[in-house]
Nanobody, 125 residues
Framework: QVQLVESGGGLVQTGASLKLSCAAS????????MAWFRQAPGKEREFVSA????????YYAGSVEGRFTISRDSAKNTVHLLMNSLKPEDTANYYC??????????????????WGQGTQVTVSS
């Protein structure tokens, strides 16, 4: 059974940094496409970042490019999302997602088979 467990969320001020983690069990993160999505109240789920199943290639939403970095720790079977220069508009529940399918487009949440329960990030102004 696949489990994805997110951690690292919290309440921070504008400009601060947070590092989210997604610990996987029943799934090997080095063999899967791994992604982060977020959802704010009253808004649709939004793609944030993904790392390819095929290697180190990573992808970012335009709104976080240059501020967020996704990485994969194969030894710990964990994926991280380092978030720098946080803004109030980054406030959302952040979800980790995974699929073993060899997808080529990483931004559609419907392409992911496994999801974590989410971790809340709140950025105050």
């Amino acid at each position: 059974q696949v489990q994805l467990v997110e951690s690292g969320g919290g309440l921070v001020q504008t400009g601060a940094s947070l590092k989210l983690s997604c610990a996987a069990s029943g799934l090997t993160v080095s063999s899967a496409a791994m992604a982060w999505f977020r959802q704010a109240p009253g808004k649709e789920r939004e793609f944030v970042s993904a790392i390819s199943w095929a290697g180190p290639s990573s992808y970012y939403a335009g709104s976080v490019e240059g501020r967020f970095t996704i990485s994969r720790d194969s030894a710990k079977n964990t994926v991280h999302l380092l978030m720098n220069s946080l803004k109030p508009e980054d406030t959302a529940n952040y979800y980790c997602a995974a699929t073993y399918t060899h997808i080529n487009y990483y931004r559609d949440f419907k392409d992911y088979d496994y999801w974590g329960q989410g971790t809340q990030v709140t950025v105050s102004s």
